[in-house]
Structures are given as C-alpha cells and as structure tokens.
C-alpha cells in the first residue's frame, strides 16, 4: 500500500514539473509573439517623451541593438527559456526588474507570502462554513431554510466577482466601519501584536468578498453531496440498526463527502488565486495580483514572467495536494493509477 501511495506521489509530482515546463515554453513563446519588446517600447516612450532636441537621435538602432542582446531579448524564445531556467535552478536568481533594477526574488517574495496567507484564510473560511450549513441543513431534513440557502446560493453565483468586491469597498467607504484598503499601515516587525490584529481588521471585507464570490458554488457542490450520501441504502440500513443519528452524519455521510469535496478543492484554489488578483488590486493589497499589475502596466516582462510562473506553480502545487489528500481518502484511485 505504501509503495502504491509514493508511487502515484512520484507520477503526480513529475506530471506538475512537465505542466510547468510546458507552460513556461508557452508563456515565453507568447511574450515572443507580442509586437515589440521593453527595450524598444522603452526607446520609443523616452523619444515621445522627452522635449529635449539634443536627445532626438540618442536611441539609434545600434544603440537598441546592443541593448537587447546584453539582456538576451534578441535570441529565439525557447534559448531565452532554458537561459531562464538555468539562472533559476542553477543560478538560484530570477534576474532583476527591467524598471526597478531590483531583485525580483525579492519583489516577490514578501508579496508571495501575502497573497498565500489572504488565499489560506479564503479557503479555510470557505471550508468551514460550508460544512457547517450543509451538515446542518441535512439534519434538519427539507425546509425553507433549505430553499432560502439555495437561492442565496444561485444569486451570489450569478453576481460578476469585479461588482460583488467593489460594492463592498463602496460599503466599506461610505460607512467608515473598515478601511478601504485590505492591508496594514506598518510592517509586521515594527509591532507583531498590533500588527495582527490590525491586519485581521482591514482583511475582513477582502475575505468578505473572497468568501461570498465562492460559497455559492462550494455551498452547492457540499448539500447536493450530502443529500446524495444520506440517501444511499447503507444509511437506510444503519438507521435501521439504531446507529446514531449524529454518528451517521458525522461518521459515514459526512466522510464520504470529503472525496468530491477534495477532487473540486483543486478548481476551488484555481479560482481562488486567480480571484484573488482582482480583488488584490482592488483593495491595494500587496500581493502577487498589485505586483503582477504594476509589471504588466510598465511593461516588465521578467517580473511578469516570475509572475506567472509563480502563481501557476502554486495552483498546480495545490491540485497536486489535492491529489494526495484524495488518494490517501480514497485508495481506489492510488490502485488505479499503479496498473
């Protein structure tokens, strides 16, 4: 058994290496299609841009030549790709910012940590308070407050994520309860107490939205799957046998909810992190989603490119896990992947 689990680990974890690989090669071959490049959009804004007679012919096509092939921008997308590459594994350096001349491992780092504690608390919240309704409207059987629940639930899945989370900072503006920005003021080191409890302040309407963007559809996916489980012949066996009816919500109906519930918590972390952007700038957190905007705005492409590569290793890093949750859950998908 335990040869077959780290074997179907092993399969798993190389299958996202070569989906990461690809995706690399695809996204550095996209940047290659895109007219121009930073350096000649940067020649020609500066150009545009100045009012200065003397620099009219400062940027000459030698001048822009040289510069693209200091930076590597003149060879073939995929050589450009596995220089990326070799600087990354073997270098351990993603570059530095074409704007900033900083480091992008460390414009991303701190950013990165923000964006997974916001997604974290996402999930967590999403979890929970699915579990807890659905588990609760299933033991008190049909009702209204099942049909109210699913109606709440059809109309926060039919309301686009942009209004739903702009609303929410019109609220946040006009009623002065929270502040209009999700993030603190001060750093974490300059008052750890303080800071956490400030920081739980200006996440709450952030997470608000995060929370009803996705507890339509995690609502949804949990009931119907309750409802389905309570109705199989083996509850109507145990209840026939005197087991308790709390130890057959818990105890079977809800453990066997847990498989679906995980195969979807992969699409669930997708749309979390990808969601998770948009709400970022709306917001002014500092996350991965603000960084990736500011880069794209400016026309960065290494920090778009750490970007991307970053925030779709965490997602493919979270369907993997997913993956071993359900195999360690559900044996039959770890035997049917060793044959």
Known sequence: MKNRLASFIVQ??????????????????????????????????????????????QFDEEMIATAKARLGLDRPFYIQYFNWLKRLFVDRDLGRSFISR??????????MVNTLVLNFLSLITLTVIS???SVLLSAIGTSKY?????????LLRS??????????????SLSGWFPITGYPAFAFLQAPFRFIFSYGY????????????GIG????????TMLDQLGKPFIAVLRSRGVPERRILFGHAFMNTLNPYITSSATLLASLFSGSLILEIIFSYPGMGTLMFEAVKQEDINLVIANIMFVSSLILIGILISDIMLAIIDPRIRYREAR
Request: zero cysteines; a negative charge; aromatic letters at 10%.
């Open 12 to 57: 798993r974890t190389l299958s996202i290496f070569g989906m990461l690989f690809v995706l690399g090669l695809l996204v550095f071959g996209l940047i290659d299609l895109a007219p121009g490049d930073i350096v000649e959009n940067y020649a020609i804004q500066y150009l545009f841009s100045s009012t200065d007679a003397s620099v009219d012919n």
């Open 102 to 111: 900083a480091p992008i491992l460390f414009l991303v780092q701190q950013r």
């Open 131 to 133: 579990f807890i309704v």
């Open 146 to 154: 099942d049909v109210i629940v699913a109606l709440v639930a059809i």
């Open 159 to 172: 309301i686009p994520g942009v209004l739903l989370l702009t609303l929410l900072q019109l609220f946040a």
């Open 202 to 213: 200006h996440v709450f309407i952030p997470l608000l939205g995060s929370f009803l963007i």
């Open 217 to 224: 559809s995690t609502l949804r996916l949990v009931r119907a």
